[in-house]
Protein backbone atom coordinates (compact mmCIF):
# COMPACT_ATOMS: atom_id res chain seq x y z
CA UNK A 1 0.00 0.00 0.00
CA UNK A 2 1.07 3.57 -1.16
CA UNK A 3 0.05 7.12 -0.77
CA UNK A 4 -0.02 9.84 -2.75
CA UNK A 5 -1.42 13.15 -1.54
CA UNK A 6 -3.60 14.89 -3.79
CA UNK A 7 -2.20 18.06 -1.42
CA UNK A 8 1.02 18.36 0.49
CA UNK A 9 0.53 16.77 3.71
CA UNK A 10 1.00 20.40 5.83
CA UNK A 11 -2.54 21.41 3.64
CA UNK A 12 -4.05 18.38 4.18
CA UNK A 13 -3.16 17.36 7.99
CA UNK A 14 -4.72 20.71 9.26
CA UNK A 15 -8.59 20.20 7.26
CA UNK A 16 -8.47 16.77 8.39
CA UNK A 17 -7.64 17.85 11.99
CA UNK A 18 -10.22 20.79 11.87
CA UNK A 19 -13.52 18.95 9.75
CA UNK A 20 -12.81 16.11 12.46
CA UNK A 21 -13.13 18.35 15.69
CA UNK A 22 -16.06 20.01 13.84
CA UNK A 23 -17.76 16.97 13.72
CA UNK A 24 -17.05 15.22 17.06
CA UNK A 25 -18.56 19.00 18.91
CA UNK A 26 -21.49 18.14 16.40
CA UNK A 27 -21.89 14.90 17.75
CA UNK A 28 -21.62 16.21 21.41
CA UNK A 29 -23.66 18.37 21.12
CA UNK A 30 -26.57 16.38 19.86
CA UNK A 31 -26.33 13.81 22.29
CA UNK A 32 -29.41 13.46 23.61
CA UNK A 33 -31.38 13.78 19.95
CA UNK A 34 -30.51 9.87 18.55
CA UNK A 35 -31.34 11.36 15.20
CA UNK A 36 -29.57 14.22 14.69
CA UNK A 37 -26.37 12.26 16.23
CA UNK A 38 -26.92 9.75 13.70
CA UNK A 39 -27.25 12.07 11.13
CA UNK A 40 -23.88 14.14 12.38
CA UNK A 41 -22.19 10.39 12.56
CA UNK A 42 -22.72 9.52 8.79
CA UNK A 43 -21.55 13.05 7.93
CA UNK A 44 -18.19 12.31 9.61
CA UNK A 45 -18.17 8.76 7.55
CA UNK A 46 -18.29 11.47 4.71
CA UNK A 47 -16.17 13.47 5.22
CA UNK A 48 -13.40 10.22 6.68
CA UNK A 49 -13.71 8.89 3.21
CA UNK A 50 -13.26 11.98 1.15
CA UNK A 51 -10.05 12.56 2.71
CA UNK A 52 -9.53 9.13 2.25
CA UNK A 53 -9.86 9.55 -1.24
CA UNK A 54 -7.45 12.53 -0.69
CA UNK A 55 -4.82 10.60 -0.14
CA UNK A 56 -4.73 8.49 -3.31
CA UNK A 57 -4.31 4.81 -1.85
CA UNK A 58 -3.30 2.36 -4.15
CA UNK A 59 -1.56 -1.30 -4.23
CA UNK A 60 1.54 -2.19 -6.19
CA UNK A 61 0.97 -3.98 -9.14
CA UNK A 62 3.10 -5.28 -12.62
CA UNK A 63 5.36 -2.90 -13.87
CA UNK A 64 4.54 -0.92 -16.67
CA UNK A 65 6.13 1.82 -18.90
CA UNK A 66 6.76 5.13 -17.42
CA UNK A 67 6.72 7.82 -20.13
CA UNK A 68 9.39 10.99 -19.71
CA UNK A 69 6.76 13.15 -19.40
CA UNK A 70 6.16 12.01 -15.84
CA UNK A 71 9.80 12.93 -15.07
CA UNK A 72 11.39 16.28 -13.49
CA UNK A 73 14.89 17.00 -14.76
CA UNK A 74 16.96 19.14 -12.19
CA UNK A 75 20.51 19.99 -14.77
CA UNK A 76 23.05 21.31 -12.29
CA UNK A 77 26.20 22.69 -14.09
CA UNK A 78 29.46 24.50 -13.03
CA UNK A 79 30.02 27.44 -14.35
CA UNK A 80 33.31 28.57 -12.40
CA UNK A 81 36.31 29.69 -14.48
CA UNK A 82 37.68 26.06 -14.23
CA UNK A 83 35.06 24.72 -17.36
CA UNK A 84 37.27 26.75 -19.64
CA UNK A 85 39.96 24.70 -19.25
CA UNK A 86 40.61 23.44 -22.99
CA UNK A 87 41.20 20.08 -22.76
CA UNK A 88 37.63 18.43 -24.28
CA UNK A 89 39.51 17.27 -27.42
CA UNK A 90 40.80 21.12 -27.55
CA UNK A 91 37.80 22.64 -26.82
CA UNK A 92 36.75 24.49 -24.02
CA UNK A 93 34.94 21.78 -20.66
CA UNK A 94 32.01 23.90 -21.25
CA UNK A 95 31.17 23.01 -24.75
CA UNK A 96 30.60 19.43 -23.61
CA UNK A 97 28.53 20.80 -21.13
CA UNK A 98 26.42 22.49 -23.42
CA UNK A 99 26.15 19.13 -25.92
CA UNK A 100 25.31 16.83 -23.40
CA UNK A 101 22.37 19.64 -21.26
CA UNK A 102 20.93 19.24 -25.37
CA UNK A 103 21.39 15.27 -25.25
CA UNK A 104 19.38 15.22 -22.04
CA UNK A 105 16.93 17.18 -23.23
CA UNK A 106 16.38 15.21 -26.42
CA UNK A 107 16.69 12.31 -24.36
CA UNK A 108 13.89 12.79 -21.78
CA UNK A 109 11.77 14.94 -24.21
CA UNK A 110 8.11 15.72 -23.09
CA UNK A 111 9.09 15.77 -19.32
CA UNK A 112 9.75 19.05 -17.71
CA UNK A 113 12.92 20.78 -17.12
CA UNK A 114 15.09 22.77 -14.69
CA UNK A 115 18.47 24.75 -15.32
CA UNK A 116 20.61 25.60 -12.06
CA UNK A 117 24.11 27.09 -12.36
CA UNK A 118 26.81 27.65 -9.82
CA UNK A 119 29.76 29.56 -9.40
CA UNK A 120 30.21 31.85 -5.87
CA UNK A 121 26.47 31.49 -5.72
CA UNK A 122 24.31 29.18 -7.32
CA UNK A 123 21.27 30.61 -9.85
CA UNK A 124 18.21 29.13 -11.20
CA UNK A 125 18.57 30.12 -14.46
CA UNK A 126 15.29 28.26 -16.10
CA UNK A 127 12.59 27.05 -13.39
CA UNK A 128 10.64 23.68 -14.23
CA UNK A 129 9.30 24.05 -17.83
CA UNK A 130 8.61 21.34 -20.25
CA UNK A 131 9.92 23.65 -23.14
CA UNK A 132 12.72 22.27 -24.21
CA UNK A 133 13.68 25.38 -26.75
CA UNK A 134 13.95 27.37 -23.46
CA UNK A 135 16.01 24.87 -22.14
CA UNK A 136 18.39 25.07 -25.51
CA UNK A 137 18.46 28.46 -25.41
CA UNK A 138 19.43 28.79 -21.73
CA UNK A 139 22.23 26.17 -22.01
CA UNK A 140 23.38 27.78 -25.21
CA UNK A 141 24.62 30.84 -23.65
CA UNK A 142 26.38 29.22 -20.70
CA UNK A 143 29.35 31.06 -19.90
CA UNK A 144 31.84 31.00 -17.32
CA UNK A 145 32.14 33.52 -14.25
CA UNK A 146 33.89 36.55 -15.42
CA UNK A 147 37.67 35.96 -14.56
CA UNK A 148 37.70 39.37 -12.38
CA UNK A 149 34.81 38.68 -10.00
CA UNK A 150 36.32 35.35 -9.21
CA UNK A 151 37.51 34.39 -5.57
CA UNK A 152 36.89 30.86 -5.58
CA UNK A 153 33.54 28.40 -5.56
CA UNK A 154 32.41 25.47 -3.86
CA UNK A 155 31.67 22.41 -5.87
CA UNK A 156 28.59 21.78 -3.61
CA UNK A 157 27.34 25.91 -3.90
CA UNK A 158 24.49 24.79 -5.25
CA UNK A 159 23.36 21.95 -2.82
CA UNK A 160 20.91 24.26 -1.04
CA UNK A 161 19.07 25.53 -3.68
CA UNK A 162 18.82 21.84 -5.84
CA UNK A 163 17.27 20.45 -2.22
CA UNK A 164 14.28 23.09 -1.69
CA UNK A 165 13.65 22.45 -5.58
CA UNK A 166 13.49 18.68 -5.19
CA UNK A 167 11.19 19.38 -2.25
CA UNK A 168 9.16 21.30 -3.67
CA UNK A 169 8.76 19.33 -6.82
CA UNK A 170 7.74 16.66 -4.53
CA UNK A 171 5.50 18.46 -2.43
CA UNK A 172 3.47 20.45 -5.57
CA UNK A 173 3.67 16.63 -7.52
CA UNK A 174 4.50 13.69 -5.41
CA UNK A 175 3.91 10.74 -8.36
CA UNK A 176 6.42 12.22 -10.63
CA UNK A 177 9.78 11.00 -10.89
CA UNK A 178 12.67 13.56 -10.23
CA UNK A 179 16.42 13.21 -11.94
CA UNK A 180 19.67 15.13 -10.83
CA UNK A 181 21.81 15.35 -13.32
CA UNK A 182 25.26 17.52 -12.38
CA UNK A 183 27.78 18.18 -14.68
CA UNK A 184 31.39 20.30 -13.61
CA UNK A 185 35.12 18.89 -13.20
CA UNK A 186 34.79 18.34 -9.42
CA UNK A 187 37.30 20.94 -8.52
CA UNK A 188 37.76 22.58 -5.29
CA UNK A 189 38.80 26.58 -5.51
CA UNK A 190 37.37 28.16 -2.50
CA UNK A 191 40.12 28.23 0.05
CA UNK A 192 37.19 25.94 2.87
CA UNK A 193 36.88 22.72 1.85
CA UNK A 194 33.75 21.51 -0.04
CA UNK A 195 30.95 21.05 2.84
CA UNK A 196 28.19 18.41 2.12
CA UNK A 197 25.80 18.93 -0.77
CA UNK A 198 22.57 18.76 2.00
CA UNK A 199 20.17 16.83 -0.45
CA UNK A 200 18.91 13.89 0.37
CA UNK A 201 18.91 10.65 -1.58
CA UNK A 202 15.69 9.98 -1.06
CA UNK A 203 14.28 13.12 -3.16
CA UNK A 204 16.58 12.02 -6.17
CA UNK A 205 14.62 8.79 -8.38
CA UNK A 206 17.93 8.80 -10.99
CA UNK A 207 20.53 10.75 -12.91
CA UNK A 208 23.64 11.05 -12.84
CA UNK A 209 27.16 13.07 -12.21
CA UNK A 210 28.94 14.16 -15.21
CA UNK A 211 32.58 14.83 -14.85
CA UNK A 212 35.05 16.54 -17.61
CA UNK A 213 38.39 17.12 -17.75
CA UNK A 214 41.32 15.61 -17.41
CA UNK A 215 44.18 14.32 -14.89
CA UNK A 216 46.59 16.46 -17.01
CA UNK A 217 44.29 19.44 -17.34
CA UNK A 218 43.91 21.80 -19.44
CA UNK A 219 44.72 26.10 -19.50
CA UNK A 220 41.60 28.51 -19.09
CA UNK A 221 41.41 31.66 -20.79
CA UNK A 222 40.33 34.58 -19.11
CA UNK A 223 36.53 35.94 -19.52
CA UNK A 224 35.41 39.67 -19.06
CA UNK A 225 31.91 39.51 -20.07
CA UNK A 226 30.95 38.14 -23.86
CA UNK A 227 34.26 38.50 -25.01
CA UNK A 228 37.52 36.64 -24.94
CA UNK A 229 40.65 38.08 -22.38
CA UNK A 230 43.19 40.77 -24.62
CA UNK A 231 46.19 39.59 -26.53
CA UNK A 232 49.08 38.75 -23.82
CA UNK A 233 46.34 37.76 -20.95
CA UNK A 234 44.43 35.43 -23.05
CA UNK A 235 45.13 32.76 -20.45
CA UNK A 236 44.33 32.89 -16.30
CA UNK A 237 47.08 33.33 -14.74
CA UNK A 238 48.89 31.07 -11.69
CA UNK A 239 48.99 33.68 -8.84
CA UNK A 240 50.07 30.72 -6.14
CA UNK A 241 52.97 29.26 -8.65
CA UNK A 242 56.82 30.89 -7.70
CA UNK A 243 56.93 31.50 -11.40
CA UNK A 244 53.82 32.62 -12.49
CA UNK A 245 52.48 31.18 -15.75
CA UNK A 246 48.95 29.79 -16.99
CA UNK A 247 47.01 28.43 -14.31
CA UNK A 248 46.11 24.66 -15.33
CA UNK A 249 42.65 23.12 -13.70
CA UNK A 250 42.59 19.54 -13.21
CA UNK A 251 39.60 17.08 -12.80
CA UNK A 252 39.13 15.81 -9.57
CA UNK A 253 37.41 12.38 -9.63
CA UNK A 254 36.60 11.55 -6.19
CA UNK A 255 35.30 14.36 -5.34
CA UNK A 256 32.49 14.32 -8.07
CA UNK A 257 31.93 10.29 -6.95
CA UNK A 258 31.06 11.80 -3.57
CA UNK A 259 28.47 14.02 -4.83
CA UNK A 260 27.33 11.19 -6.83
CA UNK A 261 27.67 8.91 -3.74
CA UNK A 262 25.44 11.45 -1.89
CA UNK A 263 22.68 11.86 -4.86
CA UNK A 264 22.65 7.91 -5.15
CA UNK A 265 23.01 8.52 -8.72
CA UNK A 266 26.02 6.79 -10.72
CA UNK A 267 28.79 9.19 -11.80
CA UNK A 268 30.10 8.62 -15.57
CA UNK A 269 33.17 10.42 -16.90
CA UNK A 270 32.45 12.30 -20.33
CA UNK A 271 34.72 12.43 -23.23
CA UNK A 272 34.47 14.16 -26.55
CA UNK A 273 33.72 10.92 -28.40
CA UNK A 274 31.38 10.05 -26.05
CA UNK A 275 27.24 10.22 -27.37
CA UNK A 276 23.96 11.40 -26.19
CA UNK A 277 23.05 7.13 -25.99
CA UNK A 278 26.05 6.40 -24.00
CA UNK A 279 25.36 9.18 -21.30
CA UNK A 280 21.56 7.92 -20.78
CA UNK A 281 22.24 4.68 -20.43
CA UNK A 282 25.43 4.80 -18.51
CA UNK A 283 23.21 6.91 -16.37
CA UNK A 284 20.29 4.38 -15.57
CA UNK A 285 18.06 6.94 -14.02
CA UNK A 286 17.24 5.21 -10.96
CA UNK A 287 13.16 3.89 -11.25
CA UNK A 288 13.71 4.29 -15.45
CA UNK A 289 15.76 2.05 -17.51
CA UNK A 290 15.96 4.33 -20.57
CA UNK A 291 15.76 2.77 -23.94
CA UNK A 292 16.38 4.11 -26.73
CA UNK A 293 15.58 7.83 -24.78
CA UNK A 294 11.75 6.55 -24.77
CA UNK A 295 11.45 5.65 -21.09
CA UNK A 296 11.68 2.86 -18.74
CA UNK A 297 9.91 0.50 -16.23
CA UNK A 298 8.28 2.05 -13.00
CA UNK A 299 6.55 0.29 -10.36
CA UNK A 300 2.50 0.18 -11.21
CA UNK A 301 0.08 1.05 -8.81
CA UNK A 302 -3.80 0.08 -8.48
CA UNK A 303 -5.72 2.86 -7.45
CA UNK A 304 -8.12 2.30 -4.88
CA UNK A 305 -9.49 6.31 -3.88
CA UNK A 306 -12.31 5.72 -6.42
CA UNK A 307 -13.86 2.84 -4.46
CA UNK A 308 -13.88 5.46 -1.63
CA UNK A 309 -15.14 8.12 -3.63
CA UNK A 310 -18.04 6.00 -5.11
CA UNK A 311 -18.97 5.41 -1.12
CA UNK A 312 -18.48 9.21 0.06
CA UNK A 313 -21.07 9.78 -3.46
CA UNK A 314 -23.29 7.37 -2.20
CA UNK A 315 -23.47 9.55 1.25
CA UNK A 316 -23.47 12.60 -0.23
CA UNK A 317 -26.84 11.67 -2.13
CA UNK A 318 -28.41 11.06 1.07
CA UNK A 319 -27.15 14.53 2.14
CA UNK A 320 -29.16 16.02 -0.70
CA UNK A 321 -32.31 14.12 0.01
CA UNK A 322 -32.15 15.43 3.82
CA UNK A 323 -31.23 18.50 2.41
CA UNK A 324 -34.25 18.97 0.05
CA UNK A 325 -37.04 17.39 2.91
CA UNK A 326 -35.77 20.17 5.13
CA UNK A 327 -36.00 22.49 2.25
CA UNK A 328 -39.45 21.39 1.61
CA UNK A 329 -40.45 21.42 5.13
CA UNK A 330 -39.42 25.54 5.60
CA UNK A 331 -41.84 26.45 2.46
CA UNK A 332 -44.83 24.55 3.86
CA UNK A 333 -47.66 26.87 4.71
CA UNK A 334 -48.05 27.84 8.29
CA UNK A 335 -51.47 25.25 8.64
CA UNK A 336 -49.03 22.17 7.92
CA UNK A 337 -48.78 19.89 5.76
CA UNK A 338 -52.16 19.76 3.49
CA UNK A 339 -53.26 22.65 5.20
CA UNK A 340 -55.21 25.55 3.77
CA UNK A 341 -54.81 29.17 3.31
Do not use: C, K
Request: hydrophobic share 45%.
Amino acid sequence: MSLLPILPWWLLAPLMAVATAGIVWQLHRNRSSPAAARDWAARGVLLALLFAAALRPGVGGAATQAAPADVDVFLVVDTTSSLAAEDFGGEPRLAGVQRDVAAVATGLAGGRFSLITFDAAAVVRLPLTTDAGALAAAAGVLAPEITDYARGSSITAAGTVLAQRLQAARDSHPERLRFVFYLGDGEQTSAAPAGRLGVDSGLVDGGAVLGYGTADGGRMRTYEGGRTGSAGTAYIQDGSAAGGGDAVSRIDEDALRSIADTLGVPYVHRTPGDTADALLQEANPGSMTVADSAGGEVPDRGEVSWLLALAAFVLGLRELVLAGRRLRDTRLPAGGRGGRL
